[in-house]
């Protein structure tokens, strides 16, 4: 991970094109469209879920061009500071090692729990196999907990590996995991204790663009205000999601 970071940092020093001098009023939006109810795609082909709708409010508020651009999870932020698109929105927790390497608007989404999911409750979550999503907050936990750590490129994968046996659980956003678990008629359960990680999720930026974090986290604060952004966590997440 540390190479992977230091690599990333290399190529954030040679993205010298900034938002205000290079795109104008146009913003690039990076998503996965992987990751439901975050961002995913719909039965019409098109980007959809809590981030699309976030993200084009945030857009509309701060009077910005919207432009989703799709992008694999694990090339998502060398993608950023190489200049391929101006934000990232795609469920990415607030991280101390993250920001090393790039920038943060204030979270959109609160500190949220991340669970086991697994086909029987005598699984053993530190000592067996687990699957997360690679270079995630989550395979970070697990690769620290004593558990063997089983990556992979999506999230769709992970629970796909608990299915067909080859890992005992998955570790992920919780938020991401219920309705898995609610339409799984039994066959997947969580187990174990939640486990609360990273400092919420919040829009991933170039360092040097500064104008467009200060317009996005004037926006994020107007939605919090108003109310409009807990309206959409509840939405997409249901009663029970954490609000501000």
Known sequence: MKKIILSTAALALTASMTFAA????????GTEGAYPPYNFINDNGELDGFEREVGDELCARAELTCEWVMNDWDSIIPNLVSSNYDTIMAGMSITDERDEVIDFTQNYYPPAASAYVATSDSVD???GVVAAQATTIQAGHVAESGATLLEFATPDETIAAVRNGEAD??????DFLAPIVEESGGELMFIGDDVPLGDGIGIGLRESDTELKAKLDAAITSMKEDGTLNEL???WFGEGAPIY
Request: charged share 20%; aromatic share 4%; glycine share 16%.
């Open 169 to 174: 659980a998955v570790f992920a956003d919780k």
């Open 125 to 127: 979550i530190t000592g």
């Open 22 to 29: 290079g795109h104008g009023t146009t913003v690039r939006m």
């Open 233 to 235: 966590i509840v939405k």
